[in-house]
Nanobody, 126 residues
Framework: QAQLVESGGGSVQAGGSLRLSCAASGFTSNIYSIGWFRQAPGKEREGIATVFIGTGLTYYAASVTGRFTISHDNAQNTVSLQMNSLKPEDTAMYYC???????????????????WGQGTQVTVSS
């Protein structure tokens, strides 16, 4: 079992920045990719970025491309999400999630991820 713990959420004004971190522990050797998802009240959980651990390949949702950057630190076993030029519509609970090679599926499909963190709240005011 792998465990994921997010940190770094908070409140910021529009145009500001936040950096989220996801620390992985436990049985992490089978983790193939780690993604960031967000869910606003009344909305579906949305995949916003992912990084494939072995290759470093990244994917982003169109809504965050050019503003958010996902990165992986092998030594620290953490995945970070740098969020710049934040907008009020970025307000949501943010989750990191991990999947193994055998989970398959699209990178932005939350149903294909096995491990989830508890979430961290991001609030952007106008």
């Amino acid at each position: 079992q792998a465990q994921l713990v997010e940190s770094g959420g908070g409140s910021v004004q529009a145009g500001g920045s936040l950096r989220l971190s996801c620390a992985a522990s436990g049985f992490t050797s089978n983790i193939y990719s780690i993604g960031w998802f967000r869910q606003a009240p009344g909305k579906e959980r949305e995949g916003i970025a992912t990084v494939f651990i072995g290759t470093g390949l990244t994917y982003y949702a169109a809504s965050v491309t050019g503003r958010f950057t996902i990165s992986h630190d092998n030594a620290q076993n953490t995945v970070s999400l740098q969020m710049n030029s934040l907008k009020p519509e970025d307000t949501a609970m943010y989750y990191c999630a991990a999947k193994s090679l055998f989970d398959g599926g699209n990178w932005n499909d939350p149903a294909t991820y096995t491990y989830w963190g508890q979430g961290t709240q991001v609030t952007v005011s106008s």
